[in-house]
């Protein structure tokens, strides 16, 4: 009985066997053709790995500490800086003070570099228990573009730069201390705040590499410098006060015109040349201001007041020949009314309000 059924199921089994050998045999042929489709290895020269590694480029540590900064002259663009610079190295030919560049100054003095070999307990290089230690000051004035757009309010980032022109960063690169660099607190005086000091490693490309024939970097040098930065802010407004006091006088001088009898003959003439007496008051005040903190293309905030007050003389100007014609055409007691109980309050508030909207926009944005 069970013949049948055996008969039958022989060619199920034997399929079966058939697509299970198929599937082994693509599966292998795929493990075979699967690594010519990945990308092909690069054998490693052991070589050229050695010479690699000892072209990396050499490293010394460098520190800055701002020990005195003053004399902030605006109209010269110029600040009086004195810095201590300092380098920890392996070997004694390897400090970036030896050919050290000052990138921003006028006149300055650097001292003597002074080299010892001390034990090594700073952290840097673990793998020599002494090091080379060297010092040298950079003191004199620096070049600053000091901008007085928001003056009194103003912010300035104060930076210094020092490179290294011995070898191109193929071959020497500075690593900044930054543990123990930092500024002296006691600049910080009665007028300005220090604040904000950073150190940082930077890369400053050439479009020459100075006739180097061993040169790497493509026709270009590249060195690396250390940069600080610090930021100044100031604490009074009192250098503002002083300077914008005579025009804010001449504002007011003028608004007082207003309550002179316009139908006094003599006492029109008066008014004239008061209001022109005020008109030049003004360019003169604003002349000085640009003396004080030195030209610029930007208009400054002491720019803008100085402008507004003009355009408020010269309104009062206006109105008091209008004023005057009134009292050509009979209308003398008309003209003294608006003269009083219009244009006055509308000249003095609304120049009090424009003042006020011009120093908060620059006191926000600094």
Known sequence: MNAPGRHRSAPTWARRRWLQLALAALT???????????????PVDKQTAALRL????????MGVYLQDMRDYKFAERSLFASIRLWSICPTAKDSPLEDITVQNANEISISEIKTQLVSNKSGY??????????????EGTFFHHWSSKNFPFDRHTITFEFESVRSDVSKFVI???????????SINDGDWIASDFSLNEVEHSYSTNFGKPNSKLDGKGIYSRIRVEITLHRT????????????YAAVTIAGMAFLM??????IVSGRTGLLVGCLFAA??????????LGQSEDVTLTDMIHIISIAYILASSLLAMLAYLRCEAGREDWAQKMDRKIYLPIYLSSFLVVNAVVIAYAAIIG
């Open 28 to 42: 292998a042929l795929l493990l075979q053709t699967l690594p010519l489709f990945a990308s092909p290895s690069v």
């Open 54 to 61: 000892l072209s990396e480029p050499q490293t010394c540590v």
């Open 125 to 138: 290089f673990p793998n020599n228990s002494k090091v080379f230690w060297s010092e040298r000051t950079v």
């Open 175 to 185: 690593t900044p201390d930054y543990s123990n660099s930092g500024f002296n607190t």
């Open 236 to 247: 009074r407004i009192t250098s503002f006060l002083k300077l914008c006091a005579g025009v």
């Open 261 to 266: 009898d316009v139908r006094e003959p003599d």
């Open 283 to 292: 360019i003169v005040n604003m002349q000085q201001a640009e003396a004080t």
